[in-house]
């Protein structure tokens, strides 16, 4: 009697670390998928950008350097591997893809055409995504750094081979503003 | 907020076992043991119901309302919002589907996130600026991760289930069932009280299955913000359908509960038996948000 005892608190105690180390998997492949998640977003706007240039340099002829910002920006973030970096990159594009829209503003025939419309609306489509894939990354490696610092999973990470991960923020001064407070 | 109404809700689901218990109860009480027969008849029927609601309620919903299902190239705008919506939520893209008719107005069903359909009236999709789109795109996509579209069939059908029981009781009072136990209990304080039950019992099934489904709404407003950190869009979604006082045309009660916006004329419900809360009410809850964040 006594050994099926000592039996069943020691296969508890097996589950309640296998139940530790599996969290830690699951959050890390969580963040893992966050991550593939934003490449692919990151690839997609890369890809349209071509196309957009195009469009806008058939009625905007003048605006050289801000087709060569773009240009430089997309050249950069398809080289970045870091998250650090990645995320500058991203910044710097974003910025970027806002000044050639505001250029668009200043062509009336530009904005009608149908092309270019459906170029925004995918564009526009695209940036959320990526905003959206940015917010579900930290969300995800929040969680994850919370396991690996916190009792009782915090005991895990070195033999799971989990470690905390970095945040993706973007440079972005637009976000950056204060927040207009009214009373 | 979410965590106090997810607890309100499991309440809620708790009160209708409680209520469906009460009616057994006061059916066994009335009838002696010549009752106990339909008990299993009504439980059977409920289970056949939250089992049928459980597979077959996206098509049942979809012939009910007339949507039609659509592909990618037929609307690439509103596969990307719904795109959008999915990668904040970390949910699988769900099926979408159109109701050609000029209200606006949202649905969600399907079992479970796997399995999921989201529908738009072509209202909807005429008025709406991008951001409330995506406002109510991320409401429904709240109803179909927090599973309301599985609870509410649950809730439905309970309330149905209820009705049947106590409706097949009221009759066996009238026709001799009770007569042969009347001897046997005496009591008449207890019998009354037991007639009183049964009579009123489907009607405070339909006011838990509207009080559970109201909850829904808020939490789901709630949880469409924590999507897009944007309570504007959803409130400015609202506000249109507040202003718009066009409605779904087909206004089956039965389906009621499922539109981002209540298609029954509102003043033709009381607050109680309504199954959405007052839409100035989530303005207003949305408002709060808009200014904290």
Known sequence: MKTLIVLGILALIVLFFIAQYNKLIRLNIAVNEAWAQIEVQLKRRSDLIPNLVETVKGYATHEKTTFDAVITARAKATTASTVADVAAADGMLTQALRGLLAVAEAYPDLKASANFLSLQEELSTTENKVAFSRQFYNDNVRSLNTAVKTVPTNLFSGIAKVSTREFYEVEDPQSRQAPNVKF | ?293
């Not at chain 2, 079992?111 to 409330?132: C, K, S, Y």
């Not at chain 2, 309301?148 to 069932?177: E, N, P, Y």
């Open chain 2, 1 to 293: 907020m979410q965590a106090a109404n997810r607890r309100k809700t499991i309440g809620l689901l708790a009160g209708m076992g409680l209520l469906t218990g009460i009616v057994v109860y006061a059916a066994l009480t009335y009838f002696g043991s010549s009752g106990v027969a339909i008990v299993p008849v009504a439980v059977g029927i409920a289970l056949i119901g939250v089992w049928g609601s459980y597979y077959g309620s996206d098509k049942l919903v979809l012939t009910m309302t007339g949507a039609k299902e659509i592909q990618e190239s037929d609307n690439p705008k509103l596969f990307g919002l719904v795109q959008e919506v999915c990668i904040a939520s970390g949910l699988k893209l769900p099926k979408i589907a159109i109701v050609v008719d000029s209200a606006p107005n949202a649905f969600a069903t399907g079992r479970n996130p796997e399995h999921a359909l989201i529908a738009f009236t072509t209202g909807i999709l005429d008025v709406m600026e991008r951001d409330e789109l995506q406002g109510v795109i991320a409401h429904e996509m709240s109803h179909v991760a927090n599973r309301d579209t599985l609870v509410s069939a649950v809730a439905a059908t309970t309330a149905g289930a209820i009705a049947i029981l106590s409706d097949v009781l009221t009759r066996m009072m009238w026709f001799g069932g009770a007569r042969r136990n009347r001897d046997s209990n005496s009591n008449p304080l207890l019998i009354v009280f037991s007639l009183l039950i049964l009579v009123l019992a489907p009607i405070a099934a339909v006011l838990l299955k509207s009080a559970i489904s109201r909850k829904r709404e808020s939490l789901a407003d709630a949880t469409a913000v924590s999507f897009t950190r944007n309570p504007a869009g959803l409130r400015a979604a609202l506000e249109v359908l507040a202003r718009d006082s066009t409605v779904v045309q087909q206004r089956s009660t039965s389906v009621a509960h499922i539109w981002i916006e209540s298609p029954l004329d509102s003043s033709s419900v009381s607050k109680l038996f309504s199954t959405h809360p007052p839409i100035q009410e989530r303005i207003a809850a949305l408002r709060a948000m808009e200014s904290l964040g």
